[in-house]
C-alpha cells in the first residue's frame, strides 16, 4: 500500500486542496515499480473537482514525465482509475456473465448502492412507480420532485421518468442514475403511502395514463412542490 | 485426362506465397542485432479478432452520455506471417490471426495440422490483416490483448450484420411506399414503377427490389476507442458496431482517421497531427499478453469535448 502525491516541488497552485482532499490509498499493482519513481503518476479524482484536476494532471504530466517513465506510454492523457479488487474469475474471459459483471463494477459504489437497492426489481426498499421522488442536480434545475411514471432498468444505464405539474404545464424529466450530474435522489412519499390497501390501485410498471388523467396526477402529486 | 497442373513451369519464386513464417528465423540471418521496431506513419499494424459482447453507456468527465460498446479478445493468437509476391512483382504482406478457442474433435484434420504448424490450439475463426512489411509479428503463436489498442485512436469494425431475412422495399432501401387511403389497391407497400418506357425498354441492372437484407460483411468506419481492460481484454469503442451479440468483429486501426491522416500529416511535416490528440505511440507490431501484463490494469480515454455541453455559449 502506498500514497500516490505530487512533489513538492511541482505543486500547483489552488490544486493542493483539491488533491489532498482526493488521496486515496491504492493496492500496488503488479506492473514495474512506482513507488520507485518520484514523479507522480496516477491520482484518483472525485467527481466535484475532477475537471480542475484533470486539467492540472495533464500538466503536470506535460513538465515532469518522459516518455519513458510513463505507467502508460502511449498516451500522454490518458486516465487511469483504480481497478476493482481481486482478479475476475476465469469465466469472466470467455465472456461468461461479462455484462452483468460490467452492470455491477461499472457505476461507482454510491450509484451502485442506488441501482441496487432503490431501482432493483425484488429489494424490499425498492421504490414503486407512483412514489414521489426529488433528485438534486449539478445544473438547472438544480432540484425537480415529481412522481415516478417509469423505471428503464438497464445496469449501468438504469434511468427513470418524473412527471410533474409546473405552473399548469405538464412536465416530465428523465434522469439517469449513473449520471454524474445526479448527485442525490430522495424519497418524499411512497407509491400508495403506508396503507397497502391504497397501493391495490397502482399496478402498473409505467403510469403513462397519467399524462391524459389530471385528476389522478393531482391525487398523486398532492403537495409536491 | 490432360492435367495442366502438372505441366506448369515452377518459377524461381514457386512458393510465392509463404505462410508460418517466424521472421526470428529470417532476422538472424539477415542481421544479428534484434531491433525493436517503432511504430512509423508508414505502417500498417495487424488487427485483431474480437467477440462483440454488448453495449452500455458512459459518461465522460463534463457528464455526457454517451453509448459504448463492448469487445473481448477471446485467446486471440498470431498463427501465420504471410507474404506473397503478386504478379506485378509487388510485395502482399499479412498477419493472419485467429481467435476462439474450439474443441479438436469439431476441427477439420486439415486446421488442425495448420493449427499445430502454428503452435496454437485449434480456433473458431481464422482471418487476415494485410500490414505493411515491419508490422509482421515476429513469433508465431503470439497472443493478442486489448493493449494492442490505444484509447484516445479510432478504429475500424468489420463485422457480419444481422440478417434481417427477405425484406420490401420500404426496409431494404427506404422506400416510401404509396399512400394508405385514397384508392390505393393492394399495393400500400410496393416499390410502384421499375423503369421508364421503350427507351431503354428494360430494368436497369441493380434495380433496387426486394430481397433479401443483413447477414453482410459491414465496416462501422472511425470508431473512438474509450477504454481498454487489461485484465479481461475488453476494448470499449464507442457507438455500435455490426452483428448480434458475441459475433466475431474484426477491429483494425482506422483507415481514415488513423491510417491516411498519418501518412498525409507526416508528408505534410504536420508531426503534431500525426497521431490523434494525446496519443502518443501504438504498440508495435502490436500488443501483446506479456505487454497488457506490464501496463495499469483499466486505462480511458478523456472526453473529445474541450467545453461542457452543460455550461451555455454566449
Given amino acids: 500500500m502506498y500514497f500516490l502525491t505530487l512533489p513538492t516541488k511541482k505543486r500547483i497552485q489552488g490544486m493542493s486542496t483539491a488533491i489532498a482532499a482526493q488521496r486515496v490509498r491504492v493496492k500496488k499493482p503488479s506492473y514495474p515499480c512506482i513507488s520507485c519513481c518520484s514523479e507522480p503518476l496516477t491520482i484518483m479524482f472525485a467527481r466535484s473537482s475532477f475537471r480542475i484536476a484533470l486539467d492540472a494532471w495533464r500538466i503536470v504530466s506535460r513538465q515532469s514525465i518522459t516518455t519513458s517513465s510513463r505507467i502508460y506510454p502511449y498516451s ?8 476493482p479488487p481481486g482478479s475476475p474469475p476465469a469465466s469472466l474471459r ?5 455484462m452483468a459483471y460490467l452492470q455491477q463494477t461499472l457505476p461507482s459504489t454510491e450509484k451502485q448502492k442506488i441501482i441496487s437497492t432503490i431501482f432493483s426489481r425484488t429489494h424490499p426498499d425498492r421504490v414503486r412507480p407512483g412514489t414521489v421522488l426529488t433528485v438534486n442536480l449539478t445544473h438547472a434545475p438544480t432540484s425537480f420532485s415529481g412522481v415516478l411514471i417509469s423505471v428503464r432498468r438497464r445496469g449501468p444505464d438504469t434511468s427513470f421518468v418524473l412527471r410533474n405539474v409546473v405552473q399548469r404545464t405538464g412536465v416530465e424529466m428523465q434522469f439517469f442514475v449513473n449520471s454524474p450530474h445526479v448527485k442525490e435522489i430522495l424519497v418524499v412519499s411512497r407509491a400508495g403511502g403506508l396503507d397497502r390497501k391504497k397501493r391495490k390501485g397502482l399496478k402498473k410498471a409505467k403510469l403513462f395514463y397519467l399524462r391524459d388523467s389530471p385528476e389522478k396526477m393531482t391525487a398523486m402529486s398532492a403537495g409536491v412542490r | 485426362m490432360f492435367r495442366v497442373w502438372a505441366f506448369a513451369r515452377h518459377s524461381p519464386f514457386c512458393s510465392r506465397r509463404s505462410v508460418h513464417q517466424s521472421l526470428r528465423a529470417n532476422a ?3 542481421s544479428s542485432t534484434s531491433a525493436v521496431t517503432k511504430w512509423t506513419p508508414a505502417s500498417i499494424r495487424t488487427g485483431v479478432i474480437a467477440r462483440k459482447r454488448g453495449m452500455t453507456a458512459m459518461w465522460d468527465e463534463h457528464g455526457a452520455r454517451f453509448p459504448v460498446t463492448v ?3 477471446e485467446n486471440c493468437q ?21 481467435a476462439s478457442d474450439r474443441p479438436p474433435k469439431t476441427t477439420t484434420n ?21 500490414v505493411t512489411a515491419d508490422a509482421h509479428v515476429p513469433v508465431v503463436g503470439t497472443t493478442l490483448s486489448a493493449a494492442h489498442f490505444v484509447p484516445g485512436q479510432f478504429v475500424d469494425v468489420v463485422a457480419n450484420s444481422i440478417g434481417k431475412g427477405f425484406q420490401g422495399v420500404m426496409k431494404r432501401w427506404n422506400f416510401k411506399g404509396l399512400r394508405a387511403s385514397h384508392g390505393v389497391s393492394v399495393s400500400h407497400r410496393s416499390a410502384g414503377a421499375t423503369g421508364a418506357h421503350q427507351d431503354p425498354g428494360r430494368i436497369w441492372p441493380g434495380k433496387k427490389m426486394a430481397g433479401r437484407m443483413g447477414g453482410k460483411r459491414i465496416t462501422s468506419q472511425n470508431l473512438h476507442v474509450v477504454r481498454i481492460d487489461n485484465t479481461l481484454d475488453l476494448v470499449f469503442v464507442r457507438g455500435c458496431v455490426p452483428g448480434y451479440d458475441d459475433a466475431h468483429v474484426l477491429i483494425r486501426d482506422a483507415k481514415k ?3 491516411a491522416l498519418a501518412q498525409h500529416n507526416q508528408a505534410k511535416g504536420l508531426y503534431e497531427k500525426v497521431l490523434p490528440k494525446g496519443v502518443l505511440d501504438l504498440p508495435f507490431p502490436a500488443g501483446t499478453e506479456e505487454l497488457s501484463k506490464t501496463l495499469p490494469p483499466v486505462i480511458l480515454a478523456p472526453s473529445r469535448r474541450t467545453t461542457s455541453p452543460f455550461i451555455p455559449r454566449e
Fill in chain 2, 78 to 98: 498470431v498463427t501465420a506471417n504471410i507474404t506473397t509476391l503478386r504478379k506485378d512483382n509487388s510485395e502482399y504482406h499479412a498477419v493472419q490471426v485467429a
Fill in chain 2, 28 to 30: 538472424a540471418t539477415e
Fill in chain 2, 110 to 130: 486439415q486446421m488442425l495440422g495448420h493449427f499445430k504448424k502454428a503452435g496454437v490450439s485449434p480456433k473458431r475463426i481464422v482471418k487476415e490483416f494485410s
Fill in chain 1, 76 to 83: 500522454r492523457v490518458a486516465i487511469i482509475p483504480s481497478a
Fill in chain 1, 94 to 98: 470467455r465472456g461468461k456473465g461479462l
Fill in chain 2, 257 to 259: 482517421k488513423m491510417v
Fill in chain 2, 71 to 73: 469487445l473481448q479478445l
